[in-house]
Every structure is written in structure tokens, then in C-alpha cells.
Nanobody, 116 residues
Framework: QVQLVESGGGLVQPGGSLRLSCAAS????????MGWYRQAPGKQRELVAA???????NYADSVKGRFTISRDNAKNTVYLQMNSLKPEDTAVYFC??????????WGQGTQVTVSS
């Protein structure tokens, strides 16, 4: 079973940046579209960015122009560069497939807190 391990979160001031990483235990990145999801307290999990096996990207309107998703197939790792962070970006961030198959087991996620 593939395991997904997210890291890179933390506390950052508004306007700051963070880079999240998602390491997969298997070679899945070259097969499936992968996505970054987030879940804020009291809200449903939402997809904020996705990248296909061909490298095409898509973003939620709320993060477009501020977040960038990328991947390194050789390292089985997906990244999320987050710039110009806002308090409303505060959430636990997860990665998982975005299309092509059912979700793998969700990892622990990584907490991102944007606050002054």
C-alpha cells in the first residue's frame, strides 16, 4: 500500500511563504494526477492544486497566482510552493491522487497556520 507523508508546514506571518513536500512510498507520480488538499477547522476538505502525469496544473481560484504545484518523479515527491499567504490559508494540508483512481489512505497532513 502506498504511503503519503506530508511535511513543511508551520507558523508564518501573512504575506509569508512556505514550501510543502509530499513523499510517496511508491512510484505513482508518473502514473496519476496528484493533488494538494486542505481542510480548515469546521470545513470540508478541498482540492487546491493538482498536477497531471504530463505536468499540466490546475488551481482553485482562491490560491491561483499564489501557489505553485510541482513534482519530482525521480524522488516520488510532490511540492506546493505557497507565497503571499493569507490567514484564510490556515488549514491542514494533505496530498493524494487527484484523478485516475480512488484515494490512497490519507496521511497525517501538515499544519499551516498564517497569523501575525
Amino acid at each position: 500500500q502506498v504511503q503519503l507523508v506530508e511535511s513543511g508546514g508551520g507558523l508564518v506571518q501573512p504575506g509569508g511563504s512556505l514550501r510543502l513536500s509530499c513523499a510517496a512510498s511508491g512510484s505513482i507520480l508518473s502514473i496519476y494526477a496528484m493533488g494538494w488538499y486542505r481542510q480548515a477547522p469546521g470545513k470540508q476538505r478541498e482540492l487546491v492544486a493538482a498536477i497531471t502525469s504530463g505536468g499540466s496544473t490546475n488551481y482553485a481560484d482562491s490560491v491561483k497566482g499564489r501557489f505553485t504545484i510541482s513534482r519530482d518523479n525521480a524522488k516520488n515527491t510532490v511540492y506546493l510552493q505557497m507565497n503571499s499567504l493569507k490567514p484564510e490559508d490556515t488549514a491542514v494540508y494533505f496530498c493524494n491522487v487527484a484523478a485516475g483512481r480512488s484515494y490512497y489512505n490519507w496521511g497525517q497532513g501538515t499544519q499551516v497556520t498564517v497569523s501575525s
